[in-house]
T-cell receptor, first 115, second 113 residues
Framework: DVKVTQSSRYLVKRTGEKVFLECVQDMDHENMFWYRQDPGLGLRLIYFSYDVKMKEKGDIPEGYSVSREKKERFSLILESASTNQTSMYLC??????????????FGAGTRLSVL | AQSVTQLGSHVSVSEGALVLLRCNYSSSVPPYLFWYVQYPNQGLQLLLKYTSAATLVKGINGFEAEFKKSETSFHLTKPSAHMSDAAEYFCAVTRLGYSTLTFGKGTMLLVSP
């Protein structure tokens, strides 16, 4: 089975802190994604990466950056956390388009609270 | 641009009743469509997918969905609800050659005894 592992299930941080959310996948997938999930808004794409060191902005990249130094690992960085970044963050991975038709596999999520 | 609309943020059914969760999509090219389920405090899990083969797609846990091009719909159904079906359900759309999915806002399914 594909496994996508997010390093923390719950995080509590203070306003202004630099926050790192880590995600690791074990299926050699080319694509990795970071989403934010808020009640009534569904999933919104923050960034995705289609290869090592490659990234593209999603729908809501402001206030976030990402890093992908190794194929299996994709990090989401909040440079200076703010209270409006309190949310559930979901990581996903998928093979390139054309392989198994874009199925994304998700981690369990990290619930971040910024106080 | 592609988009997905899920009608009803909450749907309540009794155990044993039919489940119908609605999804309408907008796409200028043939779409690929997905239903995902999210159980409490978990990530999303794929229920089923449509990728231009059979229009009636069967998924896990007894769910199925029918692609209707004329209605731009991809509604999710299950003949008989079980308490364990209580979860949030997301419809998503993409297209050939694209890596990203566009998700709907989700429908919470509540199942009462």
């Amino acid at each position: 089975d594909v496994k996508v592992t997010q390093s923390s299930r719950y995080l509590v941080k203070r306003t202004g802190e630099k926050v790192f959310l880590e995600c690791v996948q074990d299926m050699d997938h080319e694509n990795m994604f970071w989403y934010r999930q808020d009640p009534g808004l569904g999933l919104r794409l923050i960034y995705f990466s289609y290869d090592v060191k490659m990234k593209e902005k999603g729908d809501i990249p402001e206030g976030y950056s990402v890093s992908r130094e190794k194929k299996e690992r994709f990090s989401l960085i909040l440079e200076s956390a703010s209270t409006n970044q309190t949310s559930m963050y979901l990581c996903a991975s998928s093979p390139r388009p054309g392989d198994t038709k874009n199925i994304q596999y998700f981690g369990a999520g990290t619930r971040l609270s910024v106080l | 641009a592609q988009s997905v609309t899920q009608l009803g943020s909450h749907v309540s059914v009794s155990e044993g009743a039919l489940v119908l969760l609605r999804c309408n999509y907008s796409s200028s090219v043939p779409p690929y469509l997905f239903w995902y389920v999210q159980y409490p405090n978990q990530g999303l899990q794929l229920l089923l997918k449509y990728t231009s083969a059979a229009t009636l797609v069967k998924g896990i846990n007894g769910f199925e969905a029918e692609f209707k091009k004329s209605e731009t719909s991809f509604h999710l159904t299950k003949p008989s609800a079980h308490m364990s079906d209580a979860a949030e359900y997301f419809c998503a759309v993409t297209r050939l050659g694209y890596s990203t999915l566009t998700f709907g806002k989700g429908t919470m399914l509540l199942v009462s005894p």
